[in-house]
């Protein structure tokens, strides 16, 4: 029996997930281009392509296919989030908080935001509004210990080394 073109998306898309998870980043990218070329509405190998330019440290090509995620699926939380957060790497902070803007509206009170928010204040070296930040991320998600150490960093800006190393301490450092 032939197979459709959706079912050979999904075994393309399957491979090329199973081979990003084992980080065969180079193996991977065929087989979702593959799938994505197959099934060009199914956002899912999109996303994935996306996934593997970003640990390729492909950045600009990791945007560019969030920003093709966020046009299939608008509100969508996690694709902002990662264009929020690829967007603070390539050192673009007022372009990550357009896309936290986003994700704010969607999910007003998400630790996540908040923690992102933090890392765009501290970028933008508004520390006090990045201590504000990073103390909400922990008030609503307490054993996010990844929020410590950009809140010890935050607190060491400001001149305030005793609640840095608490900060560190918690963080493991």
């Known amino acids: 029996r032939a197979t459709s073109s959706a079912e050979r998306s999904e075994a393309y898309g399957t491979l090329g997930m199973l081979l990003l998870a084992a980080e065969y980043l180079g193996s991977a990218e065929p087989s979702l281009r593959n799938a994505r070329r197959l099934s060009p509405d199914n956002y899912r190998w999109t996303y994935y ?32 989030i990662w264009l929020s957060s690829t967007y603070l790497t390539l050192g673009q902070p007022e372009h990550a908080q357009l896309w936290l803007a986003k994700a704010r509206a969607l999910r007003p009170g998400a630790a996540v935001v908040r923690f992102q928010e933090g890392r765009v204040a501290s970028a933008s070296r508004d520390y006090e509004l990045a201590v504000e930040h990073l103390t909400a991320a922990l008030r ?7 929020v410590h150490y ?24």
Do not use: C, I, W
């Open 150 to 173: 950009p809140l010890a960093m935050a607190y060491r800006a400001l001149g305030n080394l005793k609640l840095a190393e608490y900060h560190l301490a918690q963080a493991g450092a």
């Open 140 to 146: 609503v998600e307490p054993d996010a210990t990844g």
């Open 49 to 80: 392509l996306a996934h593997l330019f970003k640990q390729r440290g492909e950045l600009s090509r990791a945007v560019e296919y969030f920003e093709l995620v966020h046009e299939q699926r608008p509100d969508d939380f996690p694709p902002l």
